[in-house]
């Protein structure tokens, strides 16, 4: 692939991990789902590494049969927010629901998370289960309903964050002009579900607008992906399967006259890494010695770290990945990952060194884009 970005990587912090049974080990912390010192410490550990950006998945309608870290965890921009305060570089994203949430509150929750953390701040905008919303009032929904939905959100937040021009505010003690009101704008929306005036009293971003990614793998998804975000996160069984979706997403941006190179596809994988295959192997044992037993399955990326970096590597090379997001099954993934294969990607030239830039948008590559047109 031409114009090839470096690979990005990211952090879910998961609290207690995505399985039924990684609670248990015993450098887990019982509470680590609700516990800021955890996650200070794995946004820590991720920003010295250089990773491009923590990530924060989101439920809102939970079970007795959910996986542990769904049954008691942080709100996401709440904790994001906090993290904002402890890193200077990482970026911060956040997952909401455009099936229930509200599109002029999550427009200004995550323009002023991009502001507290000056510019670093990304929206997940996903569709929903039944379930979360019925919670938010409106199992008057269908699933017929959610994709409709989440586009009029979309065009939204991209109207609200761009209320004001980049030199809107004046701000001069002297002459006692605080603002330009000729670059100051409503969206003035009025959708199926959705009706918005605005503006939105916060000033545009530092880098532009935040980072805006959809997830999901279905046609529509890759439509409103492909017309109204800044990325992906997809998911294939194979990696043959994942790179035939990223090609159907870079052939659909220039369909739309966009450049693929400005466009990040996400993929998630929960590596289990040792020095050697026997290591990783006893990883994954201690795993499975805690109850219930037998409920975890073997990772697609396994084994040494050699192994597990020339993995990541063909996944890359083969564009099925412009970002790998790390999520943690063993209590040290993520660690284990940063101290044995992203030394091996650093050496290969395929990762950064050092961050590029101070916000989001330049450490991913990705253009500060124009204001809307009026």
């Known amino acids: 692939m031409?114009?090839?970005?470096?690979l990005k990587l990211a952090a879910i912090i998961d609290g207690l991990g995505w399985n039924y049974v990684g609670w248990q080990?015993?450098?887990?912390?019982?509470?680590?789902?609700?516990?800021?010192?955890?996650?200070?410490?794995?946004?820590?550990?991720?920003?010295?590494?250089?990773?491009?950006?923590?990530?924060?998945?989101?439920?809102?309608?939970?079970?007795?049969?959910?996986?542990p870290h769904y049954l008691s965890m942080f709100e996401g921009v709440s904790v994001m927010s906090a993290l904002s305060t402890h890193t200077k570089k990482i970026g911060l994203s956040v997952t909401a629901s455009t099936s229930y949430a509200d599109p002029y509150s999550v427009a200004r929750q995550i323009l002023s998370l991009d502001k507290i953390s000056r510019g670093r701040?990304?929206?997940?905008?996903?569709?929903?289960?039944?379930?979360?919303?019925?919670?938010?009032?409106?199992?008057?929904l269908g699933k017929s309903d959610q994709y409709p939905m989440n586009k009029e959100f979309m065009e939204i937040l991209l109207g609200l964050w761009d209320t004001y021009e980049d030199d809107a505010f004046i701000r001069d003690k002297e002459s006692g002009v605080f603002l330009d009101p000729r670059k100051m704008h409503t969206v003035n929306y009025r959708g199926k579900y959705f009706q918005v005036e605005g503006p939105l009293n916060i000033s545009r971003s530092a880098q532009g607008r935040p980072v805006l990614y959809?997830?999901?793998?279905?046609?529509?998804?890759?439509?409103?992906?492909?017309?109204?975000?800044?990325?992906?996160?997809?998911?294939?069984?194979?990696?043959?399967e994942t790179v035939a979706i990223a090609d159907e997403l870079r052939r659909r941006l220039v369909e739309k006259g966009r450049r693929p190179e400005d466009f990040i596809v996400s993929v998630s994988q929960n590596p289990i890494v040792g020095r050697t295959d026997q290591e990783a192997l006893e990883k994954y044992l201690e795993l499975l010695r805690l109850i219930p037993k037998n409920s975890l399955s073997r990772p697609l990326f396994f084994g040494s770290a050699e192994r597990v970096a020339d993995q990541v590597q063909q996944w890359y090379d083969q564009g099925a990945i412009d970002m790998l997001i790390l999520r943690q099954d063993h209590p040290h993934g993520l660690r284990d990952f940063i101290e044995l294969v992203v030394p091996i990607l650093k050496d290969r030239g395929i990762f950064r060194t050092e961050y590029e830039a101070d916000t989001l948008r330049g450490n991913l590559e990705l253009p500060k884009p124009a204001f809307r047109e009026i």
């Open 2 to 6: 031409e114009n090839r970005k470096k």
């Open 25 to 67: 080990h015993p450098d887990m912390p019982v509470d680590a789902s609700e516990n800021i010192d955890f996650y200070i410490q794995q946004a820590k550990l991720a920003e010295a590494a250089k990773f491009d950006t923590l990530f924060l998945v989101d439920v809102s309608h939970v079970g007795p049969g959910n996986i």
């Open 121 to 140: 701040a990304s929206l997940n905008a996903i569709t929903s289960n039944p379930g979360g919303m019925v919670n938010f009032s409106r199992g008057h």
């Open 214 to 240: 959809t997830a999901g793998t279905s046609q529509t998804f890759m439509d409103h992906a492909t017309s109204y975000t800044d990325g992906v996160f997809t998911h294939g069984n194979t990696q043959e």
